[in-house]
């Protein structure tokens, strides 16, 4: 009887034993799992860091390109309007023709282009604590009308006097400015 007792604890022991280390083999299997999965995750992010880098960089490209060949087209049509040669081969494209204006040769001078009026100013406040409000005031605005809006966004409210002033050329803004418009 002791030694039916013995063995069949003898075998519960190894049976036992064989489950313990299949656990552990099931154990560093998973674990293997994990780690081949977060690796390809990993290369998967840098294979999107990587497309999304070239993509912007494709598009910063065709963005200078497209700024170059304005470049070219404001210089022909200057050169059109105005009777100067452009030393630029480059010829505006046919999609966008503007037609420029007969040179009649009695007049050896052009007048020069007249001066544009805008009616309206985006102006952007920057705050001390580095955040800035952006706002659309119209060109005859006082001055005081900025001093207004900054007060009333300002974010927990203005809790000391502040000035306005220009980065560059640096100018701060004093109570006499307040009642000039913004034109000025």
Same mark, same amino acid.
Request: glycine share 4%; proline share 7%; with cysteine.
């Given at each position: &009887? ?5 063995? +069949? ?7 036992? +034993?064989?489950?313990?280390?299949? !656990?552990?083999?099931?154990? $560093? ?12 995750? !990993?290369?998967?992010? &840098?294979?999107? /860091? ?14 200078? =390109?497209?700024?170059?060949? +304005? ?5 022909? =049509?200057?050169? $059109? $309007?105005? *009777? *100067? ?16 204006? /007969? ?16 009616? !309206? ?13 952006? #706002? ?33 050329? $640096? ?6 400015? &307040?009642?000039?418009?913004? #034109?000025?």
């Amino acid at each position: &009887m002791m030694e039916l007792i013995a063995q +069949k604890q003898q075998e519960r022991e190894d049976r036992e +034993k064989r489950e313990r280390i299949e !656990q552990e083999k099931q154990r $560093r299997k998973q674990g293997q799992e994990l780690i081949a999965i977060k690796q390809k995750l !990993q290369e998967q992010e &840098m294979q999107k /860091a990587v497309e999304e880098r070239r993509r912007e960089k494709q598009e910063e490209r065709l963005a200078r =390109e497209r700024v170059r060949e +304005k470049i070219a087209r404001d210089k022909a =049509e200057r050169a $059109r $309007r105005y *009777g *100067g040669e452009t030393s630029d081969p480059i010829s505006p494209p046919a999609e966008t023709p503007v037609q420029a204006p /007969a040179l009649s040769p009695s007049s050896p001078t052009q007048e020069p282009p007249t001066k544009k009026e805008y009616d !309206q100013c985006r102006i952007q406040v920057r705050l001390l604590d580095g955040t800035a409000l952006s #706002q659309t005031f119209r060109a005859r605005e006082q001055l005081a009308a900025v001093r207004l809006y900054v007060e009333l966004n300002w974010p927990g409210g203005a809790e000391e006097p502040f000035n306005l002033l220009t980065s560059f050329p $640096r100018r701060v803004f004093t109570e006499e400015d &307040m009642e000039k418009p913004l #034109q000025e």
